[in-house]
């Protein structure tokens, strides 16, 4: 009943699969941010408390989204492999490691420019900022246990548990640091982001949230082909398609 | 020197066999075994020999359930030793190329809290283990101050004691003299002879007087 | 921009920066695991003659 | 006739506590690096009182965070190196329980030491007797919950040259919440509150990771010892 599902996340399947897909999400990524861009920079109305300082939200929102997208991406995907033995599903954790890292960044350094106008300083211990800066922590973990293991592997089993571990603790720590919050700042701070947004914001912002989502499906692909090509080095298949 | 068999606990039957079939095992790039298999029955020997660097110790982790092959299955008794994981434990005395002894730990500490876990045993008991490869001298001394030799007979201590059917002796000559090799080759006899099983690794040939398998690593 | 030019303007760089290393990291990535697996396949192949 | 779980672990205790006490100063170094920690504090801010008693807590659990995590290298690293870590994972048991016997004996160990050493050190701090069980109450809880994350990732760098502050930089993320409520449940002692939501959930937490920890870290032995 499973060889379906087997023969789907086939290492040729998967290589030749990912390659047709990475112009389709680069397509739609490029479309969607590009609209997102230019309305929530140029034609969305300015916030009346925070002023243009608010566009910032045009690329924070959809890196932290992303960031804990890739690393919610990253532990499924290593659960999948140590489960069910699917071994293409330590090549998508590995793949989708760094590029979570990155926008990971992103949201901390924009978020922290953000601040700076709203709080009047760059680094606030805002809670979600914190709870930001644990997750690349965490990232850093993954990847460096990963790299740490000379057997690829291993490596790759390693890192699979540790994602999983981080995963149940994310929820864990992004309680903690509210309640640590609260506690100490009795809620002064001015939280990044609104729950209420006017439609003319909030349609940018859904655009900017579906295109970075894009992107992160197409950079995943072109990862993804490396990291399976690594892995099957010695397989006739890699042998006939790499052939010069 | 008494060498009486120990009895050994378990299903005693002519029954018990250990078989691997075809296992590959990458190390990275390495393709470290290419479909190695055997079967061995009870009262035999499997020698597994072959020059260094050919995958021997990576075969003896295989069978014990260390080292999970690429592909490939160990049996015993016919079943996949994953799925009856605590049973094949149980029935299985392990030594490793070192003699895995904690070095704070006495000789007979060292065997209490790792035949310990396997079945009931008695310090007493023990040290007559001890006594049988020629190291009871030694029960109390802590490992750090043995020999290489002492530490290779109480870890052959450890594997008498054990009573298991099924033995996987990782190069146990090592370090041994001669007196030492004659007494191992002896063990060896009367495990076999008692309806035992055993697979051995070493590069040199076994002086037993009776036929041996061989399986010849890296052809 | 409102005076929040010199905030906003480096986060949508930034943003737009890391978006273009992704693209780029992940095609040298690609890219260095071709000549991998075409160098494996070179040895094999001189292996075997 | 093979052994059962719980005769299985008890062995393994008497084990690792026989072990732990044969060498004292695998047992001391941790403890003194704590003392250590928490002087460098006072002399890199201040020694007035008033200053200290409000980063007491704080600079406590940092410093128990830190020395706890330095003995935990050693859990599984000491047994892979002479190999008795394979034969205890081929000896009929689960690896789940050898986990479990030798992570509750490095709590035994280091943490009932650590909550036994804090008095000590609280006073240099400046910190209330008034607020010692509450201290007491949390590092015992926060130092076991330690113990299991350390031992998920003591599994999972057993086999690695450097595997030590790769250690830290996976177990400390892991155990910043631990810090949250541990260094709370002790500041609000100290400034009379009720500490007993921080205490929940350090207990919380303490539960949680015992249920689920020797899992994990049972799954990552058996990644790492192959």
């Not at chain 2, 730990?105 to 001890?130: C, F, I, M, P, Q």
Request: hydrophobic content about 50%; some cysteine; glycine content about 8%.
């Amino acid at each position: 009943m499973w060889t379906w599902f087997y023969r789907l996340a086939s290492p040729p399947h998967v290589y030749r699969t990912a390659a047709a897909l990475t112009p389709w999400f680069f397509a739609v990524a490029a479309v969607t941010i590009g609209y997102g861009l230019i309305d929530g920079l140029a034609f969305a109305p300015p916030d009346y408390q925070q002023g243009d300082a608010f566009r910032i939200i045009y690329v924070h929102a959809p890196s932290a989204w992303l960031s804990l997208f890739a690393y919610t991406t990253m532990a499924f995907a290593g659960a999948v492999a140590l489960i069910w033995r699917i071994k293409v599903g330590y090549a998508v954790a590995a793949a989708a490691a760094p590029i979570g890292a990155s926008f990971t960044l992103v949201a901390l350094v924009t978020g922290s420019l953000w601040g700076r106008p709203m709080w009047g300083t760059y680094w606030a211990w805002d809670p979600r900022l914190t709870s930001e800066l644990i997750l690349l922590f965490l990232y850093f973990g993954v990847i460096s246990l990963r790299q740490a293991f000379e057997d690829p592997a291993r490596g790759d089993r390693a890192a699979a548990l540790l994602g999983i571990v981080g995963v149940i603790n994310v929820p864990i720590v992004h309680f903690s640091v509210y309640w640590w919050n609260s506690l100490h700042q009795g809620g002064t701070v001015m939280r990044l982001g609104k729950p209420e947004m006017a439609t003319s914001m909030l349609w940018p912002l859904l655009a900017m949230l579906f295109g970075f989502m894009c992107f992160f499906g197409a950079v995943l692909c072109m990862r993804l082909r490396g990291e399976v090509l690594n892995r099957e080095r010695q397989s006739t298949w890699v042998r006939e398609a790499v052939k010069p | 020197m008494q060498e009486a068999t120990d009895p050994i606990d378990a299903p005693r039957a002519s029954s018990l066999d250990l078989s691997a079939d075809k296992i590959h095992v990458w190390r990275g790039d390495r393709h470290v075994l290419r479909g190695a298999g055997f079967a061995v029955k009870a009262g035999e020997l499997l020698h597994v020999a072959g020059p260094n660097g050919t995958g021997k110790t990576t075969l003896l982790r295989v069978v014990c359930g260390l080292l999970r092959p690429e592909q490939g299955a160990v049996s015993w008794c016919g079943r996949p030793i994953d799925a009856i994981r605590a049973e094949y434990q149980a029935a299985m005395a392990y030594a490793s190329h070192e003699a895995a002894l904690k070095s704070d730990l006495s000789a007979l500490e060292n065997l209490r809290y790792s035949v310990g876990l396997k079945r009931r045993v008695g310090d007493h008991e023990l040290r007559d283990t001890l006594g049988r490869t020629g190291v009871a001298a030694c029960a109390d001394l802590p490992a750090r101050v043995l020999s290489a030799g002492q530490r290779r007979r109480v870890a052959m201590a450890r594997v008498l004691a054990m009573r298991a059917p099924l033995w996987l002796l990782d190069e146990p000559f090592t370090n041994l003299d001669s007196k030492g090799t004659a007494l191992m080759c002896r063990m060896l006899e009367a495990h076999l002879d008692g309806g035992g099983l055993a697979l051995v690794v070493a590069h040199h040939a076994l002086a037993l007087a009776r036929p041996i398998r061989r399986l010849e690593l890296g052809e | 921009m409102g005076g929040y030019a010199r905030f906003v303007w480096p986060s949508i760089g930034l943003a737009l920066g890391v978006l273009i290393w992704n693209v780029w990291a992940a095609r040298r990535h690609h890219a260095q695991a071709l000549v991998r697996a075409r160098r494996a396949l070179a040895m094999a192949r001189s292996e075997e003659s | 006739m093979s052994i059962g779980a719980f005769p299985a672990m008890r062995l393994i205790l008497r084990r690792e506590l026989r072990l732990y006490f044969r060498r004292p100063d695998q047992l001391l170094q941790p403890l003194v690096f704590f003392l250590i920690v928490t002087t460098l504090f006072p002399l890199a801010l201040s020694p007035r009182l008033s200053l200290l008693r409000d980063m007491a807590p704080g600079v406590l659990w940092v410093a128990a965070l830190l020395s706890s995590l330095l003995s935990l290298e050693t859990l599984f690293k000491a047994d892979a190196e002479d190999g008795t870590l394979e034969q205890l994972a081929l000896s009929g048991q689960s690896l789940g329980v050898i986990v479990i016997a030798k992570t509750l004996a490095h709590w035994l160990v280091s943490g009932v030491a650590l909550v036994a050493m804090s008095p000590l050190v609280a006073t240099a701090l400046a910190i209330p007797t008034d607020a010692f069980p509450v201290m007491f109450a949390s590092l015992a809880l926060g130092t076991l919950t330690l113990s299991w994350l350390g031992a998920i990732g003591a599994g999972l760098t057993v086999g690695l040259r450097r595997g030590s502050v790769l250690l830290s930089l996976i177990v400390l993320p892991l155990a910043m919440p631990l810090l949250i409520f541990g260094a709370s449940a002790t500041d609000r002692a100290i400034g009379g509150e009720s500490p007993a939501g921080a205490l929940y959930f350090l207990g919380a937490l303490c539960v949680f990771t015992t249920s689920l920890a020797p899992v994990a870290a049972a799954a990552a032995l058996r990644i790492t010892l192959e």
